[in-house]
Every structure is written in C-alpha cells, then in structure tokens.
C-alpha cells in the first residue's frame, strides 16, 4: 500500500504512515524513538540524514530541505528508496572506539563492523527484511531543518523533542563534542528564512565564540526552526525530554495515542524497565546512547556541572526562544 501523502511514482510502504523523531542532538531522540519503536509493527531507522554513515547521497550533515528546493528531488529518492527498502547506506570511516567504552563493547564493535558496515545498515536491514515492521521510525536529530519538508511532502508523522538549553549544552561538553557553525553559515537559504540564526552565526567584533556560546547558538538554530515548523503544522507533537522523564508511562502512552501506536503491557513494563530508578547512570559516564537510565535524576544533573557564568551565558544566548518552554522557574 502507498504511504499516506507521499507521492513518488511507484514508491511502496506496507501500511502506515512514517514517523520522524528529531529534536536537537542529545535531545533524548535514540531512548525516545526505541520505546516507540516497541511498539507492535514499527520498525527503527537510525539517522539516515547522518553524513558519516547515513544514506549514500546526503550531502552534508543538517540539510535545509523545502519544497522546490534544487536539491528537493535528490532527497525525496533518497527518501522514496528508504521507504521502499531500497536505500544504501555509507560505510563510515576507519573504526575509532569512544573514549571510555568498555573492553567487550570495543571487541563487539570492532568485530561486527566489517559484516554490518554500521550500526545504522544492519538496523535498517533488519527493519525492512521484518514482515511485521508496518510504519518506518526514522530517528533523526539530522533531519530537524528538513522536518516540514518531511511532513508536508512525504507525508510522515512528526516528533519534536525539546530538551533545556542547559542540559543539552551539558551533555554537548560531556561528550567532547566540538560545535561547528559552518553547517548553518553553508546554508543561506535557511538563514534567509531564520534571519535570527544568521544574526547569532554572523562574525562578530569581539572574536570567535566560545564552546559553550557556539553549542548555545546551535540550540537556537534548531529550535527557532522546529518550533516555527510546529506552528505551522499543528499535527506536528511536540514533547519535552524533561516530562518524559518526569512522568514516563503517562507521557509516552499520551504519545503512542497521538502517532497512533499500540501500548501494549509489554511496552508499558519495557518503558518503566528503561525508565526505573533501579538503573542508574553515572551522568560521567561518556556513552553516546544510553537506553536504560533513571530518567527523573537525570533531568537537572546539569546544575551539578555547569558553573553560573556558564548557565547565565547560556539563558542570554537561548532565553527568547526557550522562554515559552522552559520559564525562569526551570533555570
């Protein structure tokens, strides 16, 4: 059967309508887009937009794409084939493991690398070769500027997930991870929709911005664009990592009725499972994706490691599109 709203030629789904889960990147967009996809008939994608091992022919990482873009036609085939379970995807650089990840882990990694290519091929092998998998999830914090596109286009379901502007800079700075600008500076149609972000971008008299200035504008820059996309499109969902974290089974059941996803007691044990204080994760500990945490503890974590000057840096960069959101009561 045709997906629902997407119109390319030939183009076959199974018999529901995709969903994208994107937000910044440590969002919370990996732990949130597995507990939908353990919902019966969902199958996972992991970040096709990634330029590292993404699709083949995703020309850089963050893509801005709208409807009667140059390249719009590119990424609908790219999406077409994905859909239709014909997608390639890249085989990433030589094999660097993370700092910090454990001995077997590393093994595993090392071993499985060369069958697999990535662990964004084999889940995607694995999704569409799985009869039961009805709806692609695609998990994505990459395709957060093409997300309307996505929306209105393709004709996906739309997860946003916002998280506090200080959690995520925190989590940016645990990782080691060194903010870029020229992914929003190479793109200036985007800035010329969002002239904020080319104001926060531009070069300034007093110097390069620091880390935590720069992972700051980053978070404005994808924010002003998803929550300008939501209220342009009110099927978009829009939910916070904190409420989430907070109330787990409340919240993800009031989202798996409105993307329409069955909660079944299986998933229910599986997300207060994951959820549980009986599973502690040391906020030190340097793991890009952790699936079984204890999501209430975590939320504020950041005020243990950010100094004031940080936090006060980090509220004047973010506070007017954060405000809505996260009020002066959550700094």
């Known amino acids: 059967m045709a997906v629902r709203g997407a119109g390319g030629a030939g183009v076959k789904h199974r018999d529901g309508r995709p969903i994208v889960v994107t937000g910044a990147p440590r969002s919370g967009s990996t732990f949130v887009g597995n507990v939908l996809a353990s919902a019966p008939g969902v199958g996972y994608v992991h970040e096709p937009f990634n330029n590292e091992f993404g ?3 995703v020309e850089r990482n963050f893509p801005y794409v709208w409807a009667g873009a140059p390249h719009e036609a590119t990424y609908r085939r790219l999406v ?20 910090g990840l454990p001995a077997r882990e590393r093994l595993r990694d090392a071993v499985a690398r060369p069958l697999v290519r990535s662990r964004a091929n084999f889940m995607y092998t694995r999704t569409k070769l799985d009869p039961r998998a009805r709806r ?38 645990r990782m080691g991870w060194a903010p870029s600008l020229d992914d929003l500076r190479g793109q200036p149609e ?20 620091t880390v935590v200035e720069s992972h700051a504008v980053w978070w404005v820059a994808i924010y002003s664009v998803l929550l300008a996309f939501a209220d342009a499109n009110p099927a978009m969902v829009v939910v916070r990592h904190e409420d989430l974290a907070l109330e787990p089974v409340d919240r993800f059941a009031a989202l798996f009725s409105q993307l329409d996803l069955e909660l079944t007691d299986r998933v ?64």
């Open 136 to 173: 692609y999830l695609l998990k994505d914090p990459f395709a957060c500027f093409s997300l309307e596109w996505l929306h209105r286009s393709v004709g996906t379901d739309a997860v946003v997930l916002l998280r506090h502007p200080a959690a995520y800079v925190d989590s940016m700075l």
């Open 268 to 331: 229910r044990r599986g997300i207060a499972e994951r959820t549980g204080v009986e599973r502690v994760v040391s906020g030190s500990e340097q793991r890009v994706h952790v699936l079984r945490r204890d999501s209430a503890s975590a939320v504020r974590r950041w005020r243990e490691r950010l100094d004031d000057v940080d936090v006060a840096c980090i509220a004047a960069i973010t506070g007017v599109t954060a405000a809505e959101h996260y009020p002066l009561a959550e700094w």
């Open 190 to 209: 985007l800035l010329a929709r969002f002239p904020t972000i080319g104001e926060l971008v531009a070069d300034r008299p007093g110097g390069p911005l």
């Open 80 to 99: 077409d084939d994905l859909l239709a379970g014909k997608a390639r995807f890249r085989t990433p650089p030589d094999y660097v493991p993370r700092p």
């Open 55 to 57: 699709l083949v022919g």
